[in-house]
């Protein structure tokens, strides 16, 4: 079992920065972060494995940055020049730690799940 809890979400302006963190019970080898915007399915952000390789969605386009501080089984997803289409709450997954594989955004993969932050982006 893996108990993971997000914070860092808030109201920011557009052209903003935020920075979110997920404290993780056990480490995980790959952990990822996904959103839902509002009225919208969720949908994958970011991925990170073992050796620091990164995976992100296209949207991000260079804005976000995910890393993981494997010592503090902590992982972060730094956010600059949000948008309000960014807007969402966002939540940290982490695989099986039995497992681990390279950098994946599909939600199936992994096994367990934060309980959201919200991030506001207003225009």
């Known amino acids: 079992q893996v108990r993971l809890v997000e914070s860092g979400g808030g109201s920011v302006q557009a052209g903003g920065s935020l920075r979110l963190a997920c404290a993780g019970s056990?480490?995980?080898?790959?952990m990822g972060w996904f959103r839902q915007p509002p009225g919208k399915e969720r949908e994958g952000v970011a991925g990170?494995?073992?050796?620091?390789?990164?995976v992100y969605a296209d949207f991000v386009n260079g804005r976000f940055t995910i890393s993981k501080d494997n010592a503090k089984n902590t992982l972060y997803l730094q956010m600059n020049n949000l948008k309000p289409e960014d807007t969402a709450i966002y939540y940290c997954?982490?695989?099986?730690?039995?497992?681990?594989?390279?950098?994946?955004?599909?939600?199936?993969?992994?096994?367990?799940w934060g309980q959201g932050t919200q991030v506001t982006v207003s225009s």
């Open positions: 990170i494995d073992d050796y620091g390789r990164t």
């Open positions: 997954a982490a695989a099986d730690p039995l497992y681990q594989f390279n950098p994946r955004l599909s939600e199936g993969d992994y096994k367990y």
């Open positions: 056990r480490y995980s080898h790959s």
